[in-house]
């Protein structure tokens, strides 16, 4: 089975990935360590008087994000739960079967009839159809003509989809 995770998660259940992206902002929180902790930076002379920063650990994927970008509490836990999203989508890995692929409906309904991919990083399926493209991607071996292939896209439209956010295309290339 192909799982990439952070060290110490190899033993968890890879399958349980989708779920994850589909809980609500709530469940997921729920399934996750919140630590808050004052953080240093811009936000001026009222900057450190409070815990807003939030740090998540997601502990059944391994997964830990933060945010301290904002003075907001309940701002910096939105832009977490976004955050620890997206790293899942990034970073756990399932088996992907390129011959005869089982798409996911989130991935389906953004794929349109010329062979688009159209699906920004604000749509609430952004997490799934990102996770599906990196395991495609994974099980072609990097071949973007391969994984687009069994994806049902252009090979054009995989790069650009790739390309288009710097954390999946970082998640890419390392």
Not at 89 to 98: P, S
Request: glycine share 4%.
């Amino acid at each position: 089975m192909v799982v990439e995770r952070e060290p110490g998660t190899e033993n968890r259940e890879p399958s349980a990935r989708d779920g994850w992206l589909r809980m609500s902002d709530a469940a997921l929180l729920k399934a996750c360590r919140e630590e808050r902790y004052r953080a240093s930076g811009p936000g001026g002379q009222r900057r450190n008087k409070v815990e807003t920063a939030v740090r998540l650990r997601h502990e059944p994927s391994g997964v830990v994000v933060q945010s301290e970008d904002s003075r907001s509490l309940q701002e910096n836990r939105r832009r977490t739960v976004r955050r620890l999203r997206e790293r899942i989508a990034t970073n756990v890995r399932q088996r992907f079967d390129l011959e005869n692929p089982t798409l996911p409906a989130e991935f389906a309904k953004h794929v349109s009839g010329d062979r688009r991919l159209t699906v920004n990083n604000r749509n609430p399926d952004y997490a799934i159809v990102v996770a599906v493209v990196l395991d495609a991607v994974t099980a072609a071996h990097a071949v973007y003509a391969v994984a687009a292939r069994s994806l049902g896209l252009t090979t054009s439209q995989l790069r650009k989809f790739l390309e288009a956010d710097r954390e999946v295309w970082r998640a890419i290339t390392k």
